[in-house]
């Protein structure tokens, strides 16, 4: 029996061929209905979906005649063309912001400063302008930043920034002012606490400073040049620079450098992290640089506001000695000087030059020419080394230092005393 081929069906039966092609066509295009109206229907409620103009116009559910449905479609295109939820800056800043205040103060012209910033260290970061002398004596009129610690108006600022005066103006975000009174100022960390009499403020969330590492995000907030609740951002470039390093050698200090931009008026304003937690104060630049902006860590600021707001004044703990971290190269020019009273047998270690009458590290027994080669058990390659770890220390605390005295190995303990104010001043 002869099959007859699908090509021959075709062939010979035109018009079957035709009408199976519409049926295709028909499912086809019946299927890709159904398809968008499945994925309509799957669409969340909370997206908003903008509705089409031509259905808007030619429908009478969306006409004005319907006003629930045309308020609604009207509703739906303004959640479209919402814009899009703000990022970590502006959350950090929209939370902090309004516990940033600024601060305007009067005083006198004669003050101490950190003369190794240009100009002039508290001048370059004192105001919006240069301070200006009153004809009515020697005083000039400075602004520069603070935030508020609790919601009973306690606040934090730089030393310099109320150096000179017993009262302050704070200005909130939102306009009102108060008068400031000076709790307490200590020059040594450049820490000063405030306090107004205000309830229910808004106050900022204190992180940690001992947990940060260089590349996290930094963000500042404050007043600087006169422009009021200034933002700006960068990074943590690195922690715990010493004030050597940054130039001002009578500070005890481990600063946080950042590159977010402080200027002039920043000084006392917060350095917050990603999480809108205050992670420093914002206190000094480098005059000429770019990039370089110092700030101090909160932990340590945090303590210092402690005491000062509790007793008006703040203790350091201190040993007593002159100290310079030895090399080659410094061994030969001491040895080389005429007015060397001792004698170096080591070119490496912390060699204590001279050591305060009446100090803690005198009466311990302390020599200049004595090598520091541990303090706590801790190897000592720098100067500053010893510096911060007494600095960390309380008052009264012993501490194990290892020496080497013309070469041969000694162990002292050392009791710190607290700094005295001939040498804080």
């Known amino acids: 029996m002869k099959t007859t081929s699908d090509k021959e069906i075709r062939k010979h039966n035109p018009l ?91 005083r006198q012209v004669a003050r101490r400063g950190f003369d190794q910033f240009g100009d002039g260290f508290p001048e370059e970061f004192f105001g919006s302008e240069p301070p200006q002398r009153r004809s009515n004596g020697p005083l000039e009129q400075g602004t520069g930043s603070g935030f508020i610690l609790s919601s009973n108006g306690v606040i934090m600022t730089n030393s310099h920034v109320v150096e000179g005066t017993e009262q302050v103006q704070v200005v909130l975000k939102d306009g009102r002012r108060f008068d400031g009174k000076v709790l307490g100022s200590d020059s040594v960390t450049d820490v000063a606490v405030i306090k107004i009499n205000a309830d229910n403020l808004p106050s900022v969330k204190i992180g940690d400073s001992e947990v940060l590492s260089p590349g996290e995000w930094a963000i500042a907030i404050g007043n600087p040049l006169g422009l009021d609740n200034s933002v700006t951002v960068g990074i943590i470039s690195a922690t715990g620079r010493s004030s050597s390093d940054v130039g001002v050698p009578d500070k005890r200090i481990g600063f946080i450098q950042t590159d977010a931009a402080i200027n002039p008026g920043n000084s006392g304003g917060p350095l917050l992290n990603a999480r809108g937690e205050v992670i420093g104060m914002n206190t000094a630049i480098i005059s000429g640089a770019q990039g370089l902006g ?18 008006g004044r703040a203790e350091h703990a201190y040993l007593g000695i002159e100290m310079v971290t030895l090399s080659p190269e410094l061994l030969q020019e001491l040895q080389e000087s005429p007015d060397l009273e001792f004698t170096i047998t080591e070119d490496k270690g912390v060699l204590i030059v001279r050591v305060v009458p009446g100090s ?66």
Do not use: C, H, Y
């Open 294 to 311: 110092f700030a101090i860590p909160i932990n340590k600021a945090q303590q210092i506001a402690q005491q000062l707001a509790t007793t």
């Open 16 to 106: 079957r061929t035709v009408f199976l092609l519409l049926i295709g066509g028909g499912v086809a295009l019946l299927g890709d209905r159904w398809l968008a109206n499945r994925t309509a229907s799957i669409v969340p409620s909370s997206t908003p979906v903008a509705p089409s103009p031509v259905a808007s116009a030619n429908s009478n559910e969306n006409s004005p005649s319907n006003p629930t449905a045309w308020l609604g479609q009207k509703a739906n295109l303004a959640a479209a063309l919402k814009p899009v939820d703000s990022n970590f800056i502006v959350k950090a800043v929209n939370e902090v912001g309004p516990a940033v205040v600024r601060i305007n103060a009067s």
């Open 360 to 425: 803690p590290a005198m009466k311990a027994g302390l020599k200049p020419g004595d090598i520091i080669v541990k303090v706590n058990d801790q190897p000592i390659t720098k100067s500053d080394a010893v510096q911060e770890l007494v600095q960390n220390q309380n008052v009264g605390t012993p501490m194990k230092v290892d020496l080497n005295r013309k070469g041969q190995p000694l162990t002292l303990e050392v009791k710190t005393g607290n700094l005295p104010e001939q040498i804080q001043g």
